[in-house]
Protein backbone atom coordinates (compact mmCIF):
# COMPACT_ATOMS: atom_id res chain seq x y z
CA UNK A 1 0.00 0.00 0.00
CA UNK A 2 0.95 3.72 -0.53
CA UNK A 3 0.19 6.06 2.22
CA UNK A 4 0.45 9.31 3.10
CA UNK A 5 0.29 10.99 6.06
CA UNK A 6 -0.05 14.80 6.45
CA UNK A 7 1.54 16.20 9.46
CA UNK A 8 2.14 19.83 11.03
CA UNK A 9 4.85 20.97 13.18
CA UNK A 10 2.83 23.11 16.12
CA UNK A 11 4.21 24.74 19.17
CA UNK A 12 4.51 21.91 22.14
CA UNK A 13 1.02 22.32 24.03
CA UNK A 14 2.83 22.43 27.39
CA UNK A 15 4.86 25.67 26.04
CA UNK A 16 4.09 29.66 26.65
CA UNK A 17 3.10 31.42 23.80
CA UNK A 18 4.93 34.64 23.66
CA UNK A 19 2.42 36.87 21.62
CA UNK A 20 4.32 39.46 18.77
CA UNK A 21 2.82 42.20 17.64
CA UNK A 22 -0.90 42.18 16.19
CA UNK A 23 -1.38 39.25 15.28
CA UNK A 24 1.56 37.22 15.89
CA UNK A 25 3.84 34.91 18.05
CA UNK A 26 7.30 34.71 19.14
CA UNK A 27 8.24 31.20 17.37
CA UNK A 28 12.30 31.17 18.33
CA UNK A 29 11.10 30.94 21.74
CA UNK A 30 8.92 28.11 22.01
CA UNK A 31 9.82 24.51 21.72
CA UNK A 32 7.96 22.93 18.55
CA UNK A 33 6.19 19.37 17.77
CA UNK A 34 4.76 17.07 15.75
CA UNK A 35 1.02 17.62 16.21
CA UNK A 36 0.16 14.80 18.89
CA UNK A 37 -3.28 13.73 16.87
CA UNK A 38 -0.75 13.02 13.72
CA UNK A 39 1.44 10.86 15.97
CA UNK A 40 -1.72 8.23 16.25
CA UNK A 41 -2.11 8.56 11.86
CA UNK A 42 1.66 8.05 11.74
CA UNK A 43 1.56 5.07 14.02
CA UNK A 44 -1.61 3.47 11.92
CA UNK A 45 0.24 3.78 8.58
CA UNK A 46 2.94 2.44 10.11
CA UNK A 47 1.52 -0.73 11.34
CA UNK A 48 -0.09 -0.65 8.08
CA UNK A 49 3.10 -0.59 6.17
CA UNK A 50 4.37 -3.88 8.68
CA UNK A 51 1.46 -5.88 7.91
CA UNK A 52 0.73 -5.53 3.77
CA UNK A 53 3.87 -3.82 2.83
CA UNK A 54 4.28 -0.95 0.33
CA UNK A 55 5.29 2.78 2.07
CA UNK A 56 4.69 5.39 4.13
CA UNK A 57 5.45 9.10 2.86
CA UNK A 58 5.13 11.86 5.45
CA UNK A 59 3.73 14.84 4.03
CA UNK A 60 4.39 18.83 5.68
CA UNK A 61 2.88 22.05 4.63
CA UNK A 62 4.97 24.30 7.07
CA UNK A 63 8.20 26.41 7.87
CA UNK A 64 11.91 24.89 6.82
CA UNK A 65 11.69 23.58 10.73
CA UNK A 66 9.31 21.39 9.94
CA UNK A 67 11.92 19.20 8.92
CA UNK A 68 12.29 18.04 12.39
CA UNK A 69 8.56 16.77 12.93
CA UNK A 70 9.09 14.96 8.88
CA UNK A 71 12.22 13.67 10.75
CA UNK A 72 10.53 12.41 14.13
CA UNK A 73 7.50 10.47 11.58
CA UNK A 74 10.17 8.95 9.96
CA UNK A 75 11.92 7.25 13.26
CA UNK A 76 8.62 5.81 14.30
CA UNK A 77 9.30 4.65 10.67
CA UNK A 78 7.86 5.81 7.47
CA UNK A 79 9.49 5.57 4.64
CA UNK A 80 9.93 9.51 3.33
CA UNK A 81 8.84 12.51 3.80
CA UNK A 82 7.78 15.65 1.75
CA UNK A 83 7.60 18.83 2.78
CA UNK A 84 6.42 22.06 1.13
CA UNK A 85 7.65 25.17 2.53
CA UNK A 86 5.59 28.12 3.51
CA UNK A 87 6.45 31.36 5.18
CA UNK A 88 4.02 31.43 7.85
CA UNK A 89 2.38 29.42 10.52
CA UNK A 90 -1.30 30.83 9.90
CA UNK A 91 -1.32 29.17 6.30
CA UNK A 92 -5.33 29.19 5.25
CA UNK A 93 -6.65 25.51 5.58
CA UNK A 94 -8.23 26.19 2.18
CA UNK A 95 -4.35 26.88 0.51
CA UNK A 96 -2.72 24.07 3.08
CA UNK A 97 -5.05 21.51 1.49
CA UNK A 98 -4.37 21.97 -1.76
CA UNK A 99 -0.67 22.48 -1.63
CA UNK A 100 -1.26 18.51 0.19
CA UNK A 101 -3.30 17.62 -2.58
CA UNK A 102 -0.47 19.30 -4.87
CA UNK A 103 2.38 17.85 -2.99
CA UNK A 104 0.76 14.00 -3.07
CA UNK A 105 -0.22 13.96 -6.59
CA UNK A 106 3.11 14.95 -7.87
CA UNK A 107 4.44 12.13 -6.01
CA UNK A 108 2.34 9.12 -6.37
CA UNK A 109 -1.13 7.50 -6.25
CA UNK A 110 -2.26 7.04 -2.72
CA UNK A 111 -4.28 3.84 -1.38
CA UNK A 112 -4.75 6.07 1.93
CA UNK A 113 -4.27 9.06 3.56
CA UNK A 114 -4.12 9.55 6.96
CA UNK A 115 -4.48 12.89 8.91
CA UNK A 116 -4.79 14.07 12.38
CA UNK A 117 -8.14 14.89 13.57
CA UNK A 118 -7.23 18.90 14.54
CA UNK A 119 -4.25 20.92 14.22
CA UNK A 120 -3.70 21.81 17.58
CA UNK A 121 -2.00 25.14 16.65
CA UNK A 122 -5.21 26.84 14.90
CA UNK A 123 -7.20 24.20 16.01
CA UNK A 124 -9.10 24.86 12.52
CA UNK A 125 -10.55 21.39 12.00
CA UNK A 126 -11.34 21.18 8.03
CA UNK A 127 -7.78 20.74 6.18
CA UNK A 128 -8.53 17.06 6.37
CA UNK A 129 -12.49 17.57 4.47
CA UNK A 130 -10.89 19.84 1.78
CA UNK A 131 -8.55 17.72 0.80
CA UNK A 132 -10.67 14.66 0.50
CA UNK A 133 -13.25 16.94 -1.43
CA UNK A 134 -10.12 18.23 -3.41
CA UNK A 135 -9.79 14.72 -4.74
CA UNK A 136 -12.80 13.79 -4.51
CA UNK A 137 -12.32 11.29 -2.12
CA UNK A 138 -13.94 9.70 0.89
CA UNK A 139 -13.36 11.35 4.32
CA UNK A 140 -14.26 10.47 7.76
CA UNK A 141 -12.69 12.03 11.12
CA UNK A 142 -11.81 11.60 14.61
CA UNK A 143 -11.78 7.87 13.90
CA UNK A 144 -11.27 5.92 16.84
CA UNK A 145 -11.01 2.37 15.48
CA UNK A 146 -10.31 1.19 11.47
CA UNK A 147 -10.24 -2.31 9.59
CA UNK A 148 -9.61 -2.80 5.71
CA UNK A 149 -12.20 -5.10 4.42
CA UNK A 150 -12.60 -5.83 0.87
CA UNK A 151 -11.10 -2.68 -0.14
CA UNK A 152 -13.05 -0.59 2.37
CA UNK A 153 -12.23 0.69 5.31
CA UNK A 154 -14.51 0.60 8.21
CA UNK A 155 -14.18 3.11 11.17
CA UNK A 156 -15.65 3.86 14.09
CA UNK A 157 -15.77 7.21 15.38
CA UNK A 158 -17.32 8.87 18.65
CA UNK A 159 -20.80 11.20 17.92
CA UNK A 160 -21.07 12.19 21.54
CA UNK A 161 -22.06 10.93 24.70
CA UNK A 162 -20.28 8.17 24.33
CA UNK A 163 -22.11 6.99 21.55
CA UNK A 164 -20.36 5.85 19.07
CA UNK A 165 -21.22 5.32 14.61
CA UNK A 166 -19.32 2.59 12.62
CA UNK A 167 -18.96 3.60 8.91
CA UNK A 168 -17.64 2.27 5.68
CA UNK A 169 -15.85 4.27 3.38
CA UNK A 170 -14.25 3.10 -0.45
CA UNK A 171 -10.30 3.13 -0.67
CA UNK A 172 -8.54 5.79 -1.39
CA UNK A 173 -9.92 8.04 1.48
CA UNK A 174 -8.90 10.18 4.29
CA UNK A 175 -8.73 8.92 7.65
CA UNK A 176 -8.31 11.42 10.67
CA UNK A 177 -6.98 9.74 13.34
CA UNK A 178 -7.80 10.40 17.21
CA UNK A 179 -6.46 9.17 20.80
CA UNK A 180 -7.62 5.65 21.19
CA UNK A 181 -6.89 4.71 17.71
CA UNK A 182 -4.07 3.24 18.86
CA UNK A 183 -0.64 4.17 21.21
CA UNK A 184 1.90 5.66 19.11
CA UNK A 185 5.44 4.05 19.58
CA UNK A 186 8.49 5.88 20.75
CA UNK A 187 11.44 5.67 18.32
CA UNK A 188 14.55 4.20 19.44
CA UNK A 189 17.96 5.91 19.05
CA UNK A 190 19.03 3.67 15.71
CA UNK A 191 15.72 4.74 14.25
CA UNK A 192 15.93 8.36 15.14
CA UNK A 193 19.70 8.11 13.62
CA UNK A 194 18.21 6.08 10.78
CA UNK A 195 15.40 9.02 9.85
CA UNK A 196 18.36 11.33 9.33
CA UNK A 197 19.42 9.83 5.95
CA UNK A 198 15.72 9.05 4.64
CA UNK A 199 14.74 10.91 1.65
CA UNK A 200 12.74 13.96 1.70
CA UNK A 201 11.30 16.04 -1.34
CA UNK A 202 11.18 20.00 -0.90
CA UNK A 203 9.07 22.38 -2.89
CA UNK A 204 8.07 25.50 -1.87
CA UNK A 205 4.08 27.05 -2.47
CA UNK A 206 5.17 28.56 -5.62
CA UNK A 207 6.80 25.01 -7.17
CA UNK A 208 3.78 23.54 -6.97
CA UNK A 209 2.12 26.74 -8.66
CA UNK A 210 -0.14 28.18 -5.44
CA UNK A 211 -0.12 31.55 -3.14
CA UNK A 212 -1.31 32.49 -0.08
CA UNK A 213 -2.25 35.79 -0.87
CA UNK A 214 -5.60 34.30 -2.04
CA UNK A 215 -6.45 33.44 1.41
CA UNK A 216 -9.95 34.16 2.46
CA UNK A 217 -9.34 33.95 6.03
CA UNK A 218 -7.44 37.07 7.97
CA UNK A 219 -6.26 36.68 11.66
CA UNK A 220 -6.70 40.29 13.01
CA UNK A 221 -5.53 39.84 16.24
CA UNK A 222 -3.88 37.09 18.43
CA UNK A 223 -4.20 38.09 22.08
CA UNK A 224 -3.13 36.22 25.71
CA UNK A 225 -6.13 34.49 26.78
CA UNK A 226 -7.31 36.10 29.99
CA UNK A 227 -6.39 34.96 32.82
CA UNK A 228 -8.06 34.06 36.03
CA UNK A 229 -6.46 36.13 39.21
CA UNK A 230 -6.35 33.05 41.19
CA UNK A 231 -8.71 31.22 43.62
CA UNK A 232 -10.63 32.63 46.02
CA UNK A 233 -9.98 29.93 49.00
CA UNK A 234 -13.06 28.78 50.58
CA UNK A 235 -11.70 28.60 54.18
CA UNK A 236 -13.02 26.39 56.82
CA UNK A 237 -13.78 22.42 57.84
CA UNK A 238 -14.87 20.34 54.85
CA UNK A 239 -18.54 20.57 56.04
CA UNK A 240 -18.02 24.65 56.09
CA UNK A 241 -16.31 25.26 53.19
CA UNK A 242 -19.06 22.95 50.88
CA UNK A 243 -21.99 24.81 52.20
CA UNK A 244 -19.85 27.92 51.80
CA UNK A 245 -19.41 27.27 48.70
CA UNK A 246 -23.05 26.30 47.52
CA UNK A 247 -23.73 29.95 48.87
CA UNK A 248 -21.61 31.56 46.80
CA UNK A 249 -22.73 29.12 43.54
CA UNK A 250 -26.34 29.87 44.48
CA UNK A 251 -26.48 33.76 45.30
CA UNK A 252 -23.12 35.18 44.01
CA UNK A 253 -22.52 33.64 41.06
CA UNK A 254 -25.78 32.32 40.34
CA UNK A 255 -25.10 29.55 38.66
CA UNK A 256 -26.69 26.67 40.44
CA UNK B 1 -29.53 43.30 8.22
CA UNK B 2 -28.89 39.69 7.07
CA UNK B 3 -30.11 36.09 6.50
CA UNK B 4 -29.00 33.93 9.39
CA UNK B 5 -29.50 30.06 9.14
CA UNK B 6 -28.91 28.25 12.22
CA UNK B 7 -28.25 24.58 11.62
CA UNK B 8 -30.53 23.13 14.29
CA UNK B 9 -29.02 19.81 16.20
CA UNK B 10 -31.54 17.67 17.52
CA UNK B 11 -31.14 14.32 19.91
CA UNK B 12 -33.88 11.71 19.66
CA UNK B 13 -36.05 14.20 17.93
CA UNK B 14 -35.66 16.74 20.55
CA UNK B 15 -33.90 20.24 19.68
CA UNK B 16 -30.84 20.44 21.82
CA UNK B 17 -30.65 23.23 24.69
CA UNK B 18 -27.08 24.29 23.49
CA UNK B 19 -28.91 25.41 20.15
CA UNK B 20 -30.15 28.59 22.05
CA UNK B 21 -27.10 30.34 22.28
CA UNK B 22 -26.60 30.09 18.78
CA UNK B 23 -29.46 31.51 17.96
CA UNK B 24 -28.58 34.43 20.42
CA UNK B 25 -25.19 34.82 18.95
CA UNK B 26 -26.74 34.95 15.87
CA UNK B 27 -29.56 37.42 16.15
CA UNK B 28 -26.34 39.99 16.50
CA UNK B 29 -26.33 43.54 18.99
CA UNK B 30 -29.49 45.28 17.82
CA UNK B 31 -31.66 42.03 16.96
CA UNK B 32 -31.65 43.28 13.23
CA UNK B 33 -31.29 40.14 11.62
CA UNK B 34 -33.61 37.36 9.81
CA UNK B 35 -33.29 33.68 11.67
CA UNK B 36 -34.41 31.25 9.79
CA UNK B 37 -33.95 27.56 12.02
CA UNK B 38 -32.56 24.49 9.25
CA UNK B 39 -33.90 20.90 10.38
CA UNK B 40 -32.37 18.09 8.86
CA UNK B 41 -33.94 15.86 11.28
CA UNK B 42 -36.34 16.08 14.20
CA UNK B 43 -40.04 17.29 14.13
CA UNK B 44 -40.71 21.03 12.58
CA UNK B 45 -43.48 21.53 15.10
CA UNK B 46 -41.79 20.30 18.28
CA UNK B 47 -39.07 22.34 17.14
CA UNK B 48 -41.31 25.63 16.95
CA UNK B 49 -42.58 25.79 20.31
CA UNK B 50 -38.69 24.81 21.70
CA UNK B 51 -37.02 27.70 19.80
CA UNK B 52 -39.93 30.52 19.72
CA UNK B 53 -38.52 31.91 23.11
CA UNK B 54 -35.86 32.84 21.78
CA UNK B 55 -35.99 34.60 18.88
CA UNK B 56 -36.17 32.56 15.48
CA UNK B 57 -38.74 33.86 12.75
CA UNK B 58 -38.51 30.68 10.60
CA UNK B 59 -38.10 27.11 10.80
CA UNK B 60 -37.31 25.64 7.71
CA UNK B 61 -37.23 21.42 7.76
CA UNK B 62 -35.50 20.23 5.13
CA UNK B 63 -36.56 17.41 2.66
CA UNK B 64 -34.05 15.93 0.96
CA UNK B 65 -35.10 14.42 -2.00
CA UNK B 66 -31.94 11.60 -3.76
CA UNK B 67 -30.41 10.73 -0.95
CA UNK B 68 -31.11 8.88 2.84
CA UNK B 69 -30.04 11.82 5.04
CA UNK B 70 -29.49 9.21 8.10
CA UNK B 71 -26.96 7.01 5.84
CA UNK B 72 -24.76 9.41 4.55
CA UNK B 73 -22.60 12.89 6.39
CA UNK B 74 -22.11 13.61 2.67
CA UNK B 75 -25.74 13.83 1.60
CA UNK B 76 -26.59 15.82 5.15
CA UNK B 77 -24.03 18.23 4.23
CA UNK B 78 -25.16 18.88 0.83
CA UNK B 79 -29.00 19.38 1.80
CA UNK B 80 -27.40 22.16 3.87
CA UNK B 81 -25.70 23.59 1.26
CA UNK B 82 -28.62 23.14 -1.01
CA UNK B 83 -30.90 25.20 1.68
CA UNK B 84 -27.75 28.21 1.93
CA UNK B 85 -27.81 28.93 -2.02
CA UNK B 86 -31.68 28.10 -2.26
CA UNK B 87 -32.58 30.74 1.01
CA UNK B 88 -29.79 33.21 -0.37
CA UNK B 89 -28.15 33.14 3.35
CA UNK B 90 -25.66 35.65 4.73
CA UNK B 91 -24.58 33.57 7.02
CA UNK B 92 -25.16 29.91 8.10
CA UNK B 93 -24.30 28.91 11.90
CA UNK B 94 -24.68 26.07 14.40
CA UNK B 95 -23.09 24.01 17.28
CA UNK B 96 -19.55 22.74 16.98
CA UNK B 97 -20.37 19.84 18.82
CA UNK B 98 -18.58 16.41 17.29
CA UNK B 99 -21.74 15.69 15.01
CA UNK B 100 -21.72 19.63 14.06
CA UNK B 101 -18.23 20.26 13.49
CA UNK B 102 -18.09 17.22 11.04
CA UNK B 103 -20.96 18.67 9.38
CA UNK B 104 -19.54 22.58 9.10
CA UNK B 105 -16.38 20.85 7.68
CA UNK B 106 -18.29 19.46 5.12
CA UNK B 107 -20.40 21.45 3.96
CA UNK B 108 -17.31 24.07 3.78
CA UNK B 109 -15.36 21.85 1.72
CA UNK B 110 -17.68 21.57 -0.62
CA UNK B 111 -18.98 24.91 -1.20
CA UNK B 112 -15.57 25.95 -1.07
CA UNK B 113 -16.14 28.61 1.42
CA UNK B 114 -13.97 29.56 5.04
CA UNK B 115 -14.80 28.15 7.68
CA UNK B 116 -14.34 28.84 11.42
CA UNK B 117 -14.90 26.11 14.04
CA UNK B 118 -15.33 25.95 17.80
CA UNK B 119 -15.65 29.67 17.97
CA UNK B 120 -16.26 31.36 21.26
CA UNK B 121 -18.21 34.63 19.47
CA UNK B 122 -19.15 35.83 16.12
CA UNK B 123 -19.88 39.02 14.93
CA UNK B 124 -21.82 38.61 11.79
CA UNK B 125 -22.05 42.29 10.60
CA UNK B 126 -18.50 42.72 10.91
CA UNK B 127 -17.99 39.25 9.41
CA UNK B 128 -15.38 38.39 12.31
CA UNK B 129 -15.38 35.31 14.97
CA UNK B 130 -12.99 34.83 17.89
CA UNK B 131 -11.54 31.49 18.84
CA UNK B 132 -9.35 29.63 20.51
CA UNK B 133 -5.67 29.40 19.01
CA UNK B 134 -3.02 27.20 20.64
CA UNK B 135 -4.60 25.06 23.68
CA UNK B 136 -6.50 28.03 24.68
CA UNK B 137 -3.16 30.06 25.63
CA UNK B 138 -4.62 32.96 23.20
CA UNK B 139 -7.53 33.96 21.54
CA UNK B 140 -7.42 34.42 17.95
CA UNK B 141 -9.70 37.33 15.63
CA UNK B 142 -10.30 36.31 12.48
CA UNK B 143 -12.15 38.01 9.65
CA UNK B 144 -13.76 36.19 7.20
CA UNK B 145 -14.17 37.19 3.45
CA UNK B 146 -16.57 35.34 1.81
CA UNK B 147 -20.25 35.73 0.34
CA UNK B 148 -21.39 33.28 3.10
CA UNK B 149 -20.18 33.14 6.54
CA UNK B 150 -19.91 29.24 7.67
CA UNK B 151 -19.25 29.36 11.67
CA UNK B 152 -19.46 26.64 14.03
CA UNK B 153 -19.84 27.85 17.81
CA UNK B 154 -18.46 26.17 20.92
CA UNK B 155 -21.66 24.81 22.78
CA UNK B 156 -22.76 27.07 25.91
CA UNK B 157 -19.96 29.64 25.05
CA UNK B 158 -22.72 31.89 24.26
CA UNK B 159 -25.23 32.70 26.70
CA UNK B 160 -28.67 32.63 25.68
CA UNK B 161 -30.49 35.32 25.87
CA UNK B 162 -35.00 35.38 25.44
CA UNK B 163 -36.28 37.27 22.70
CA UNK B 164 -39.86 36.18 21.86
CA UNK B 165 -41.04 35.42 18.19
CA UNK B 166 -43.88 33.30 16.97
CA UNK B 167 -41.63 31.29 14.46
CA UNK B 168 -43.79 29.80 11.05
CA UNK B 169 -43.12 26.76 9.41
CA UNK B 170 -41.72 26.68 6.01
CA UNK B 171 -40.90 23.73 4.55
CA UNK B 172 -38.04 23.48 2.12
CA UNK B 173 -37.45 20.83 -0.29
CA UNK B 174 -33.87 20.30 -1.75
CA UNK B 175 -32.36 17.82 -3.99
CA UNK B 176 -29.33 15.97 -2.99
CA UNK B 177 -27.11 13.76 -4.93
CA UNK B 178 -25.16 11.91 -2.56
CA UNK B 179 -21.71 11.47 -3.61
CA UNK B 180 -22.14 7.95 -2.28
CA UNK B 181 -18.41 7.61 -0.92
CA UNK B 182 -19.16 7.57 3.32
CA UNK B 183 -21.49 5.14 4.53
CA UNK B 184 -22.94 4.80 8.20
CA UNK B 185 -23.13 1.40 8.77
CA UNK B 186 -24.32 0.91 12.63
CA UNK B 187 -25.08 3.60 15.40
CA UNK B 188 -24.15 2.06 18.48
CA UNK B 189 -26.10 3.95 21.38
CA UNK B 190 -24.43 4.27 24.91
CA UNK B 191 -26.55 3.58 27.44
CA UNK B 192 -28.18 5.85 30.26
CA UNK B 193 -29.14 8.70 28.11
CA UNK B 194 -26.68 10.54 29.83
CA UNK B 195 -26.05 14.37 29.01
CA UNK B 196 -22.81 14.95 26.63
CA UNK B 197 -20.11 16.55 28.58
CA UNK B 198 -19.48 19.26 25.23
CA UNK B 199 -23.19 19.97 25.86
CA UNK B 200 -23.66 20.13 29.67
CA UNK B 201 -23.77 23.43 31.43
CA UNK B 202 -22.39 22.06 34.69
CA UNK B 203 -19.54 19.79 35.16
CA UNK B 204 -17.91 18.04 37.91
CA UNK B 205 -14.42 16.46 36.97
CA UNK B 206 -12.25 14.05 39.07
CA UNK B 207 -8.32 13.40 38.29
CA UNK B 208 -5.91 10.89 38.95
CA UNK B 209 -6.43 10.84 42.67
CA UNK B 210 -9.93 9.17 42.50
CA UNK B 211 -7.87 5.52 42.04
CA UNK B 212 -11.02 3.51 40.35
CA UNK B 213 -13.50 3.31 38.33
CA UNK B 214 -16.17 2.32 41.16
CA UNK B 215 -15.12 5.82 43.07
CA UNK B 216 -16.61 8.15 40.31
CA UNK B 217 -19.62 7.43 42.07
CA UNK B 218 -19.09 9.50 44.66
CA UNK B 219 -19.07 12.14 41.56
CA UNK B 220 -21.97 10.60 39.89
CA UNK B 221 -24.12 11.26 43.29
CA UNK B 222 -23.02 15.47 42.95
CA UNK B 223 -24.08 15.49 39.60
CA UNK B 224 -27.45 14.59 39.76
CA UNK B 225 -27.79 16.92 42.99
CA UNK B 226 -26.18 19.75 40.22
CA UNK B 227 -28.15 18.05 37.37
CA UNK B 228 -24.64 18.00 35.41
CA UNK B 229 -22.12 15.57 33.82
CA UNK B 230 -19.30 13.61 34.83
CA UNK B 231 -15.93 14.65 33.30
CA UNK B 232 -12.28 12.73 33.74
CA UNK B 233 -8.60 14.11 33.36
CA UNK B 234 -6.74 12.41 30.58
CA UNK B 235 -4.49 11.00 33.98
CA UNK B 236 -7.50 9.45 35.64
CA UNK B 237 -8.66 7.68 31.48
CA UNK B 238 -5.32 6.62 30.97
CA UNK B 239 -5.28 4.76 34.40
CA UNK B 240 -8.41 3.02 33.35
CA UNK B 241 -11.01 4.48 35.99
CA UNK B 242 -12.85 6.14 32.99
CA UNK B 243 -13.69 5.50 29.52
CA UNK B 244 -11.97 8.12 26.94
CA UNK B 245 -15.45 9.71 26.25
CA UNK B 246 -14.99 11.63 29.85
CA UNK B 247 -11.96 12.95 29.19
CA UNK B 248 -11.69 16.42 28.81
CA UNK B 249 -8.64 18.30 27.56
CA UNK B 250 -6.42 18.81 24.64
CA UNK B 251 -6.64 15.32 23.21
CA UNK B 252 -10.67 14.85 25.13
CA UNK B 253 -13.69 16.99 25.11
CA UNK B 254 -13.66 20.71 25.03
CA UNK B 255 -16.17 22.08 27.10
CA UNK B 256 -17.17 25.22 28.18
CA UNK B 257 -19.70 25.00 31.07
CA UNK B 258 -21.51 27.63 33.26
CA UNK B 259 -20.02 26.03 36.24
CA UNK B 260 -16.91 23.30 36.61
CA UNK B 261 -15.61 21.67 39.37
CA UNK B 262 -12.12 20.11 39.16
CA UNK B 263 -11.71 17.39 42.31
CA UNK B 264 -8.19 16.02 42.43
CA UNK B 265 -6.67 17.94 39.00
CA UNK B 266 -3.63 19.52 39.21
CA UNK B 267 -4.11 22.28 36.61
CA UNK B 268 -2.15 20.82 33.97
CA UNK B 269 -2.03 23.17 30.93
CA UNK B 270 -3.39 20.68 28.19
CA UNK B 271 -6.33 19.83 30.41
CA UNK B 272 -7.19 23.41 31.14
CA UNK B 273 -6.91 23.28 26.92
CA UNK B 274 -10.41 21.85 26.94
CA UNK B 275 -12.08 24.04 29.51
CA UNK B 276 -10.49 26.87 30.03
CA UNK B 277 -13.79 29.02 29.06
CA UNK B 278 -16.48 27.72 31.56
CA UNK B 279 -17.92 30.40 33.22
CA UNK B 280 -16.79 29.75 37.14
CA UNK B 281 -14.46 26.97 38.02
CA UNK B 282 -13.84 25.51 41.47
CA UNK B 283 -10.76 23.54 42.45
CA UNK B 284 -11.07 20.79 45.52
CA UNK B 285 -6.99 20.03 45.84
CA UNK B 286 -5.40 18.30 49.18
CA UNK B 287 -2.03 20.53 47.84
CA UNK B 288 -2.46 24.30 48.67
CA UNK B 289 0.43 25.11 46.66
CA UNK B 290 -1.46 23.06 43.17
CA UNK B 291 -0.85 25.02 40.28
CA UNK B 292 -4.87 24.44 39.51
CA UNK B 293 -5.60 27.19 42.60
CA UNK B 294 -3.74 30.09 40.34
CA UNK B 295 -6.42 29.58 37.29
CA UNK B 296 -9.53 28.86 39.05
CA UNK B 297 -12.16 31.36 40.70
CA UNK B 298 -12.98 29.39 43.77
CA UNK B 299 -11.07 27.04 45.80
CA UNK B 300 -11.30 24.10 49.05
CA UNK B 301 -8.12 23.05 50.33
CA UNK B 302 -9.22 18.91 51.10
CA UNK B 303 -9.69 15.39 50.36
CA UNK B 304 -12.21 15.06 47.67
CA UNK B 305 -13.75 12.35 49.51
CA UNK B 306 -14.23 14.07 52.29
CA UNK B 307 -15.37 17.60 50.18
CA UNK B 308 -17.56 16.22 47.60
CA UNK B 309 -19.85 14.32 49.37
CA UNK B 310 -20.41 16.98 52.23
CA UNK B 311 -20.78 19.35 48.75
CA UNK B 312 -23.68 17.03 47.41
CA UNK B 313 -25.09 16.60 50.75
CA UNK B 314 -25.32 20.77 51.00
CA UNK B 315 -27.21 20.66 47.67
CA UNK B 316 -29.38 18.86 48.67
CA UNK B 317 -30.31 20.59 52.19
CA UNK B 318 -32.92 23.41 51.18
C1 LIG C 1 -0.04 15.89 24.19
C2 LIG C 1 -0.69 15.80 25.51
C3 LIG C 1 -2.08 15.82 25.58
C4 LIG C 1 -2.73 15.75 26.83
N1 LIG C 1 -4.10 15.81 26.84
C5 LIG C 1 -4.74 15.83 28.04
C6 LIG C 1 -6.17 15.94 28.11
O1 LIG C 1 -6.89 15.96 27.10
N2 LIG C 1 -6.75 16.00 29.32
C7 LIG C 1 -6.03 15.95 30.50
O2 LIG C 1 -6.64 16.00 31.56
N3 LIG C 1 -4.69 15.82 30.45
C8 LIG C 1 -4.03 15.75 29.26
N4 LIG C 1 -2.67 15.58 29.24
C9 LIG C 1 -1.98 15.22 30.50
C10 LIG C 1 -1.67 16.38 31.43
O3 LIG C 1 -0.42 16.92 31.08
C11 LIG C 1 -1.61 15.91 32.89
O4 LIG C 1 -0.65 14.88 33.03
C12 LIG C 1 -2.95 15.41 33.45
O5 LIG C 1 -3.97 16.29 33.11
C13 LIG C 1 -2.86 15.27 34.95
O6 LIG C 1 -4.06 14.74 35.46
P1 LIG C 1 -4.54 15.02 36.93
O7 LIG C 1 -4.62 16.48 37.16
O8 LIG C 1 -5.76 14.20 37.13
O9 LIG C 1 -3.41 14.32 37.82
P2 LIG C 1 -2.18 14.91 38.61
O10 LIG C 1 -1.39 15.85 37.80
O11 LIG C 1 -1.51 13.74 39.20
O12 LIG C 1 -2.82 15.78 39.77
C14 LIG C 1 -3.52 15.24 40.85
C15 LIG C 1 -3.83 16.36 41.81
O13 LIG C 1 -4.72 15.89 42.79
C16 LIG C 1 -4.32 16.33 44.07
N5 LIG C 1 -4.80 15.31 45.03
C17 LIG C 1 -4.24 14.13 45.38
N6 LIG C 1 -5.05 13.45 46.21
C18 LIG C 1 -6.16 14.20 46.39
C19 LIG C 1 -7.36 14.03 47.13
N7 LIG C 1 -7.61 12.92 47.83
N8 LIG C 1 -8.29 15.03 47.09
C20 LIG C 1 -8.06 16.15 46.38
N9 LIG C 1 -6.95 16.36 45.67
C21 LIG C 1 -6.01 15.40 45.66
C22 LIG C 1 -2.85 16.48 44.00
O14 LIG C 1 -2.42 17.47 44.91
C23 LIG C 1 -2.64 16.93 42.54
O15 LIG C 1 -2.65 18.33 42.44
C24 LIG C 1 -1.99 15.64 28.02
C25 LIG C 1 -0.60 15.61 27.95
C26 LIG C 1 0.05 15.70 26.73
C27 LIG C 1 1.55 15.69 26.70
Known amino acids: ?39 YAVEQAVRLMESQGGEVVVVSVGKEAAMATL ?9 RGILVTVESQFLDSEITSQALKAAIEKDGKPDLIFTGKVAVDTEGFQTAYRLAEAMSLPVVNEILKMELRDGKAVVEREIGGGSREVLEAGLPCVLGAT ?26 LADLGLSAAAARIELVKLEKAPDRSGAKIIPGPSREAAQALVHILRNVEKVI | MATIGIWIETEGGKVKEANFGVITAARGGGGENTLLALLLDGS ?30 DARARALAAAVEKLSLNALLGLATTPGRDLFARLAAYLKLPLASDCIS ?13 SGKTVATIRMKASVMLCALRPNAVEAQPAAVRPEIVPLTVTVQDPGRVRVLEVRKAGGGKIDLAEAGIIITGGRPIGSAENYKILEACAQAL ?45 FAGMKTSKVIVAINTDKDAPIFEKCDYGIIGDLFEVVPMLTEALTQK
Do not use: W
Open chain 1, 1 to 39: MKIYVCVKHVPDTAANIKTAGANGFDDAVCKFIANPYDE
Open chain 1, 71 to 79: RSAMAMGAT
Open chain 1, 179 to 204: KGLNEPRYPKFPDIMKAKKKEVKQMT
Open chain 2, 227 to 271: GGAVGASRAAVDAGFAPHSMQVGQTGKTVSPRLYIACGLSGSVQH
Open chain 2, 122 to 134: VDVARQTVCKSHF
Open chain 2, 44 to 73: AEAAQEALAPYGVHKIVPLTAEGADLDQSP
